[in-house]
């Protein structure tokens, strides 16, 4: 099982990038795809999430800017971030909530690498 972070780079502020993290290989089911990112010196913090049913939630500081959106048939969330500042710089990491693959013996969450969203004032 393998999950992708994709569609950072460097953007200027009031820019737009679309973030995609695909999950690949053995999988029955996943409870929900996460969104978190990390700034430099700062603890990671959960930006939105979406779960299998389709319901979605986004912490105050992305809310109406960022949306994020499930592609079931490609196994790929979308993470649109729209009026982008200097403060959403970050690595931005998607996390697989409650997955279930024969390969394991018990649910997992994975995390991906991370990919790098620079923006620029």
């Known amino acids: 099982v393998q999950l992708e972070e994709s569609g950072g780079g460097l953007v200027q502020a009031g820019g737009s990038l679309r973030l995609s993290c695909a999950a690949s290989?053995?999988?029955?089911?996943?409870?929900?795809i996460e969104w978190h990112r990390q700034a430099p010196g700062k603890q990671r913090e959960l930006v939105a999430f979406?779960?299998?049913?389709?319901?979605?939630n986004y912490a105050d500081r992305v809310k109406g800017r960022f949306t994020i959106a499930r592609d079931s048939a490609k196994n790929t969330v979308h993470l649109q971030m729209n009026s982008l500042k200097p403060e959403d710089t970050a690595v931005y990491y998607c996390?697989?909530?409650?997955?279930?693959?024969?390969?394991?013996?018990?649910?997992?969450?994975?995390w991906g690498k991370g990919t790098l969203v620079t923006v620029s004032s």
């Open positions: 996390k697989a909530v409650g997955l279930v693959s024969p390969v394991y013996g018990q649910v997992m969450n994975f």
């Open positions: 290989g053995s999988i029955v089911s996943i409870n929900a």
């Open positions: 979406i779960t299998s049913g389709g319901i979605t």
